[in-house]
C-alpha cells in the first residue's frame, strides 16, 4: 500500500465534503477554502501584514493581496495601516469574519460527529488513534 498516495488522494476530497456538508446543513454561505484558511490565521495570530499571511499560508504575496481585496469588499478583513511603518498594512478578520468562521467550525463538527458516529466502533477508534500521527504528519510538512 502507498499510503503517501493513499493520503493524497484523500485529503482534498475529505476537505471539499467537510465543507459542503458544512454549507448545506447550516445555509452558511460559500466561502472558498482560501477566505476560511486566512480567516483561520487572522483569528489565531491577530493582525498580520500580507507578507506574513503570505508566508502561513503558503502561497504568494499577490494572492493573499487579490484575496484581501475581495475579503474586504465582503467585509471579512480589515486594513489598518501599520502605526511603524506607513507602508505596511495590518490586516485583521471583522468581528462578522471571526462569528462566521465559529459558524463553520462548529457546523463541521457536528458533521464530521455526524460522520464518525455512523462509521463501526473500531473505525472510530482507528481514527481517533490516528490524530496524533496525522498532527505530526502536519507539523513536518510545516517544516
Same mark, same amino acid.
Given at each position: 500500500?502507498?499510503?503517501?498516495?493513499?493520503?493524497?488522494?484523500?485529503? *482534498?476530497?475529505?476537505?471539499?465534503?467537510?465543507?459542503?456538508?458544512?454549507?448545506?446543513?447550516?445555509?452558511?454561505?460559500?466561502?472558498?477554502?482560501?477566505?476560511?484558511?486566512?480567516?483561520?490565521?487572522?483569528?489565531?495570530?491577530?493582525?498580520?501584514? #500580507?507578507?506574513?499571511?503570505?508566508?502561513?499560508?503558503?502561497?504568494?504575496?499577490?494572492?493573499?493581496?487579490?484575496?484581501?481585496?475581495?475579503?474586504?469588499?465582503? *467585509?471579512?478583513?480589515?486594513?489598518?495601516?501599520?502605526? #511603524?511603518?506607513?507602508?505596511?498594512?495590518?490586516?485583521?478578520? #471583522?468581528?462578522?469574519?471571526?462569528?462566521?468562521?465559529?459558524?463553520?467550525?462548529?457546523?463541521?463538527?457536528?458533521?464530521?460527529?455526524?460522520?464518525?458516529?455512523?462509521?463501526?466502533?473500531?473505525?472510530?477508534?482507528?481514527?481517533?488513534?490516528?490524530?496524533?500521527?496525522?498532527?505530526?504528519?502536519?507539523?513536518?510538512? *510545516?517544516?
Amino acid at each position: 500500500m502507498d499510503t503517501a498516495a493513499s493520503l493524497n488522494h484523500l485529503l *482534498g476530497p475529505l476537505r471539499r465534503a467537510v465543507l459542503r456538508s458544512t454549507r448545506n446543513a447550516e445555509g452558511l454561505p460559500d466561502l472558498p477554502e482560501a477566505h476560511i484558511e486566512m480567516l483561520r490565521v487572522l483569528s489565531a495570530d491577530g493582525p498580520m501584514g #500580507t507578507g506574513a499571511v503570505a508566508a502561513r499560508l503558503r502561497m504568494s504575496p499577490s494572492t493573499v493581496s487579490n484575496l484581501v481585496r475581495a475579503m474586504s469588499a465582503a *467585509g471579512l478583513v480589515e486594513r489598518r495601516p501599520s502605526a #511603524t511603518d506607513a507602508r505596511s498594512v495590518g490586516l485583521s478578520a #471583522t468581528p462578522a469574519a471571526l462569528e462566521l468562521l465559529a459558524r463553520y467550525d462548529r457546523a463541521s463538527r457536528r458533521a464530521l460527529q455526524k460522520a464518525l458516529d455512523g462509521l463501526p466502533p473500531g473505525d472510530r477508534d482507528a481514527v481517533a488513534k490516528a490524530i496524533p500521527a496525522l498532527e505530526r504528519l502536519a507539523a513536518s510538512l *510545516g517544516e
